[in-house]
């Protein structure tokens, strides 16, 4: 049971990686896990990542703001939880998220 589970998880990680690749290249920087059921991704040119939240739960995607893993102020961290998502929605997902941070980058806030 333990390697099966192990297995489908590396491969929900592989797919959120690889859409990670695809969608966000030029918006953020990653280290892909070795084990787990989330990424950390630190978004480029935005210091705060609470003001993305809603907007992303609004295109259909959500994540856990760093801030939410520090005791005090602003992150640009993003936790992404590949374990819930399925390998082959994956994609949808991050681009959605990439989406978001585009308009977000866009209207300046």
């Given at each position: 049971?333990?390697?099966?589970?192990?297995?489908?998880?590396?491969?929900?990680?592989?797919?959120?990686?690889?859409?990670?690749?695809?969608?966000?290249?030029?918006?953020?920087?990653?280290?892909?896990p070795e084990?787990?059921?989330?990424?950390?991704?630190?978004?480029?040119?935005?210091?705060?990542?609470?003001?993305?939240?809603?907007?992303?739960?609004?295109?259909?995607?959500?994540?856990?703001?760093?801030?939410?893993?520090?005791?005090?102020?602003k992150s640009p961290?993003?936790?992404?939880?590949?374990?819930?998502?399925?390998?082959?929605?994956?994609?949808?997902?991050?681009?959605?998220?990439?989406?978001?941070?585009?308009?977000?980058?866009?209207?300046?806030?």
């Amino acid at each position: 049971r333990e390697a099966v589970v192990s297995t489908q998880s590396n491969g929900q990680r592989d797919a959120t990686v690889a859409a990670l690749d695809n969608h966000m290249a030029e918006l953020a920087t990653w280290i892909v896990p070795e084990a787990g059921m989330f990424v950390w991704v630190k978004l480029n040119d935005v210091e705060d990542s609470d003001v993305l939240a809603k907007q992303a739960m609004d295109n259909g995607v959500c994540f856990v703001p760093g801030s939410a893993f520090v005791t005090e102020g602003k992150s640009p961290y993003i936790r992404l939880a590949f374990g819930l998502v399925e390998a082959d929605k994956a994609d949808e997902a991050v681009s959605r998220l990439a989406h978001t941070i585009r308009q977000h980058l866009e209207s300046g806030k």
